[in-house]
């Protein structure tokens, strides 16, 4: 077992890392830029280190600065935590070159991962369902050919990244050149990538995803799915496990097929897999991720595995100890994220001063965050500021719970999510079980543009 693990990443996730590394007997040392200096993550490790200034390009994106922060302090792996470095080849390929443990998959798996295209032929290949569509096209009159013979309408998705950019949706052939050019031009700006393919537009789907461990002696458990189809802009504001419009046959079936997916693939560490899931019962592959996921607690709620745990531990070359017969999943669990962001006007970030923080409590209530009182925002990373997470026996209890939370949890001195929250769980839609990747937008968001699918944390 590593004695220390540096953490590559900040707010509430390095919290998360340094707690459960604690709790395992490990040191722990956390990076940081200038302007997280005073973040809860730098005074709970046992060492940090200043990476860079503010940006996150020259902070948390750099990559020698923190490889140079592990050789320094003597850092025998590293967990990049989600978003950031967590899916770049590069750093986990420069990590193996060090000598140091990269926490999550091979390089080689997160480059085969990370390009949607080649991620779809893979899976095609190990016997997932894909949704129609193409391999990568670059001339704009066979891609209009090729979109005609699918039908519409169809989306253009770049083959590189995520968080929606790159994506553009077709409702008609007269709409397609245009759209095609401004998916390549938007796709090679965001990832230096014009490659794109194009995919049949499935409506009315909800967004299910199948959280994996796999350790390094060809051993694959599938703990669950989680519902994650309350989005805006293509991001996830509440999750729940189990979700409550699969069938018992379809569940098993959707764990099976994850499960020889990451067999076929010789997958490592957490990984989810995420599929569309239409009102007939199929399902489609969408993408799969090579990293912790955001919504991960409550997998954790439901199952009573710690997943970042057995992350260090299985890139400690610890085998699961554990097998698929032994995953109950217990009760329901849901996820909401908190983020510093005024709903009425249009979903602004803010930040500001905690000038009074009161963090709800009771059993099976867990809030994941790096607030404290007095504690300054920083303008310069992402609006996620806490994850609210609950448990009880069922979902009506749980929903019941959630609300509870919701309603004692006080954060003053920004705008946040809780109140639109409090609206999305006493919502008819979501109350029943029947809300899909439209929900927000039909329901709250009218006037904003609907993009389904490439979801991203």
């Known amino acids: ?131 129609p569509g193409t391999d990568i096209v670059d001339d704009p009159e066979q891609a209009h050919i090729l979109a005609d013979e699918i039908g519409y309408p169809l989306l253009v998705k770049a083959r590189s990244g995520g968080g929606g950019k790159g994506i553009r949706l077709v409702e008609s052939s007269a709409d397609f050149l245009n ?84 067999h076929f693939i010789g997958y490592e560490n957490a990984g989810t897999i995420e599929y569309l899931y239409a009102k007939d019962g199929s399902f489609y592959f969408m993408e799969m991720n090579t990293r912790l996921q955001v919504e991960h607690p409550i997998t954790e709620m439901v199952t009573g595995i710690d997943i970042v745990k057995w992350q260090i531990r299985i890139a400690a070359g610890l085998p699961l100890t554990f097998t698929q017969k032994d995953i109950k999943i217990r009760g329901c669990a849901i996820e909401c994220r908190i983020n510093a962001e005024n709903p009425a006007l249009d979903f602004r970030p803010n930040c500001g001063t905690i000038d009074f923080l009161h963090v709800p409590g009771g059993p099976w209530v867990r809030f994941d965050t790096n607030l404290y009182h007095g504690y300054q925002i920083p303008p310069y990373y992402d609006s996620m500021v806490g994850k609210l997470i609950v448990h009880s026996k069922t979902r009506e209890l749980t929903i019941r719970k959630m609300k509870a939370a919701l309603c004692e ?49």
């Open 1 to 131: 077992m590593f004695s220390k693990v540096l953490i590559a990443n900040r707010g509430e996730i390095a919290l998360r890392i340094i707690r459960a590394c604690k709790e395992m007997g490990i040191a722990t040392v956390a990076v940081f830029s200038k302007a997280d200096a005073r973040s809860l993550h730098v005074s709970l490790a046992d060492e940090s280190i200043c990476i860079g200034p503010a940006n996150v390009s020259d902070s948390y994106l750099n990559i020698s600065a923190i490889l140079s922060a592990a050789v320094l302090t003597g850092a025998e792996a590293i967990h990049p935590g989600y978003g950031l470095l967590s899916e770049n080849p590069k750093f986990a390929r420069l990590c193996q070159e060090c000598g140091i443990a990269f926490i999550g998959p091979s390089a080689e798996l997160i480059e085969k991962m990370g390009d949607k295209d080649q991620a779809r032929t893979t899976m095609k290949k190990a016997g997932v369902p894909v949704v």
């Open 179 to 262: 759209a095609f050019h401004m998916a390549r031009q938007e796709a090679k700006a965001s990832f230096n990538d014009d490659g794109v393919y194009l995919e049949k537009f499935l409506t009315n789907v909800k967004h299910i995803e199948v959280q994996l461990l796999c350790d390094k002696h060809q051993h694959v458990v599938a703990l669950g799915e989680r519902e994650c189809s309350v989005q805006r802009k293509n991001q996830k504001l509440l999750e729940e496990s189990p979700s409550p419009s699969l069938a018992d046959e379809t569940r098993q079936k959707m764990m099976d097929v994850s499960v020889k997916a990451a």
């Open 409 to 457: 949890l006080v954060i003053n001195g920004i705008d946040h999510t809780s109140d639109i929250q409090l609206e999305i769980l006493s919502h008819p839609l979501f109350v029943s079980g029947e809300y899909t990747t439209h929900f927000m937008e039909n329901e709250f968001i009218s006037k904003e543009p609907v993009r389904e699918d490439a979801l991203n944390d």
